[in-house]
Each structure stands twice: as C-alpha cells, then as structure tokens.
C-alpha cells in the first residue's frame, strides 16, 4: 500500500506559544469558575466602590436615578468578566490554529518569529482588557474605563494580532499565486 | 492544504469586524414597577384577590407609605380598600395618581438640582438626562390612563418632556451641544401639570365618595 505524501505537512508551533495558548484557555475557565463562585462578593465589592465616587459615576443620590446607574454599571461590570472568560478561551485556540499555519507557511526565519510572536503576545493579551475594563469600572465609570482598556489593551493586542493575520495571509496569497 | 490556510485565516480576520464588542444595556424594571405591573395585570384578569395580595406584600405599598408626606391623603388605604371590593377603574385611579405624583416629584428634584450652581454643562446635561429617564420610567406606565381620563394633560406633559429631551441630548454632528439651563422650563411645566392632574383626581374622587 502506497501512501501519498503531503506536499506540506503541518508544522506545530514552538513549545512556548502552545503554553500560552493552553494558559489562556487555563485563565479563561478559572475566571469562568471565579465569577459563579464569587458573583455576589465581586457585585458587593463593585457596588460600595460606585457608591464611594459618586461623581465619577453621576450618581445624584435620589435613589430613582441612581438605581438605573448602577444596574448599567454593574451589567457591564458583570460583562467584562464573561467577555474575558469568552474572549481569552476562545483566543487560546486562534492563538494555536494561526501560529501552526504560520509555523507552516511562513518560511523566512525572521517573519515566521515575528507572525507567531505577534499572534500569540496580540492573542493572549487581547482578552485581557476586558478584565481591566471590568476592573476599572468601579473607579473610573463606564466610558472612561473603556477608554483606558482600548489604549492599553485592545489596539495594541489587537493590532498586533490583525497585524500578522493580515501578514500571514499576504504570504499565503503570495504563495497560491507562486504555484 | 493552502486553500485550507487561507480559508481559515478569513475566518480569523473577520472576528476583528466585532471587536470592541463591550454588550448592551437593556434596562430593567425596579422593584416598584415590577409591581406595579403584576397588580394591574392581575386587577385586568380580574383576579383581585391575587392583586390585594400582591399590592400588600409588595414594593407598591412601600413606596407609598415612604411618600406618604407627598401624596394625597388616603392613597394607600383607597387602594387596598378598591382591591378588596373589585374596583378595577378605582384602582387604576389611584396608581396612576401615585406615578403622577412620583414623576412630579423627580421634575421637581431635577429642577431643584438644575437650579444649583456649578458643574459643567455637560455634567448637569447628563444629570438632567437621568431624571428625565426617571420620570419617564413611572410617568410612561400611566400615560395610557391619562390620556383616558384627561388628554390634554397627557399630551402637556408629553409635549414637555420631548422639548427637555432637545436640550439634554449630547452634541452629535451638526446638532447643537446641550443646554441644561434650558431645561429648567420644560420640568416646571411637568411637575406643574402632573400637579393639576393629581389635585382634580383627588378633587373628582373626594366628590364621588
């Protein structure tokens, strides 16, 4: 029997990257598990630091007003923490899934270190900010929180995981094209 | 296997299309209207002594006794006795006096606040903005009856409330930036009209009884 062989057989990514990628996914459920088990203890905690800045939240201390306020506040507060847990489980897997077409693509020694460092840096850093966007909510209210977890997180992680998509599918397409 | 690596990439690069995705707020009930709801609805399927129990365990009742001082008087008694005897429009009387009289005192809180100095423009604008939230939120679950009873009054306060929203809405485009300053006006003219309305109510079921 006769085997046909692959013309590029998969190439698995370098062992650190496989780390990162199995810890986000660690990370995810162990936020996952953290919000259920401490859902009430994490509200409590966010609640009494809105409370404690009423201006940075516009709080007016009629409780009518106020009460929308801060269920909006604490919808969000709750939805950062189930978008990490979201975001950095199913990152792990993009983070694995690109760097193993990268690891088998991308032949120049250069650019393959640097599409897998950026995918795996952009990946596993990406669904951090909505931990931080969660966790500065209380001090610093819904859009500023926001703001902060853009410039620091999402469009640096971010850009440098469309950055080396982008990059990886040039040289796929160039490569197609080569054929 | 190329095609196969590109086909997944696409698939990766249009996840960015989404990003940012921070959810959506839906607001919610409060305990007050949540109540208020599950008496009329009950009161409607003519069930009223599933409506008695609920408005006597539930937050209906204790809000109205914290507003007590602003309420006319009676309100919480006439209500429970127009349950007890199956009064359905006596019922829908007495809470939309109660709704009228909780967004009349927000109009009248907001403009308390708006008449304080200091803050920003846009930080009273945005303050402004949450009351009219507020008194929409009760004034909105007795329109209906209003509008029955005395429609001029509904569409008064309606009228107001649109003309407070233009001047608290935040500057997008060519639209003009909020002006919280006149908003003062509009609110007045709320707590003024819903004042009339709950006085006539209370006047024409004085007369009545």
Same mark, same amino acid.
């Given at each position: ?179 | ?17 989404? =990003? ?41 009742? =204790? ?20 349950? =007890? ?89 060519? =639209? ?34």
């Amino acid at each position: 029997m006769t085997v046909a062989a692959e013309p590029h057989p998969w190439r698995v990514p370098p062992r650190w990257v496989l780390l990162v990628a199995v810890l986000s996914i660690v990370c995810a459920e162990l936020g996952g598990a953290s919000m259920a088990r401490f859902k009430v203890e994490l509200t409590r905690w966010a609640r009494d630091a809105m409370l404690a800045r009423p201006a940075v939240h516009g709080l007016v201390g009629v409780r009518d007003v106020d009460e929308r306020i801060l269920d909006e506040a604490l919808v969000k507060f709750d939805a950062g923490l189930r978008l990490f847990h979201m975001h950095a489980e199913g990152m792990g897997l993009v983070i694995i899934a690109t760097t193993m077409v990268a690891a088998t693509v991308a032949r120049a020694g250069v650019a393959r270190r640097v599409i897998i460092a950026l995918l795996t840096t952009g990946g596993a850093g990406y669904p951090v900010g909505y931990l931080v966007w969660s966790a500065l909510i209380p001090a610093y209210g819904l859009e500023r929180a926001k703001t902060i977890a853009e410039w620091l997180v999402w469009i640096p992680f971010g850009s440098a995981t469309i950055v080396a998509l982008w990059w990886l599918t040039g040289l796929l397409v160039l490569r197609m094209i080569g054929r | 296997m190329t095609r196969v690596m590109l086909a997944l990439l696409a698939t990766l690069l249009a996840a960015p299309a989404a =990003a940012h995705h921070v959810g959506a707020y839906v607001p919610k009930d409060n305990a007050v209207t949540i109540n208020f709801k599950q008496v009329k609805f009950s009161v409607q399927a003519r069930k009223f002594d599933v409506a008695l129990r609920l408005f006597e365990t539930g937050a209906l009742r =204790a809000e109205m006794r914290a507003h007590a001082a602003t309420l006319p008087a009676g309100l919480e008694d006439g209500t429970r006795a127009a349950l =007890a005897a199956s009064d359905g429009p006596e019922v829908e009387r007495r809470l939309m006096i109660f709704f009228a009289a909780l967004a009349r005192d927000l109009a009248l809180e907001a403009d308390r606040r708006l008449a304080e100095a200091g803050g920003t423009a846009e930080s009273r604008a945005a303050t402004g903005r949450k009351f009219l939230e507020a008194i929409w939120r009760y004034y909105n679950l007795v329109d209906f009856a209003v509008a029955t009873r005395d429609n001029k009054t509904s569409v008064a306060v309606r009228l107001a409330f649109d003309e407070a929203e233009t001047y608290v809405k935040p500057a997008t485009g060519a =639209a003009a930036p909020a002006d919280p300053a006149r908003l003062r006006p509009p609110l007045q003219r709320i707590a003024q009209v819903l004042s009339t309305l709950i006085e006539a109510s209370t006047t024409h079921a004085r007369r009545d009884s």
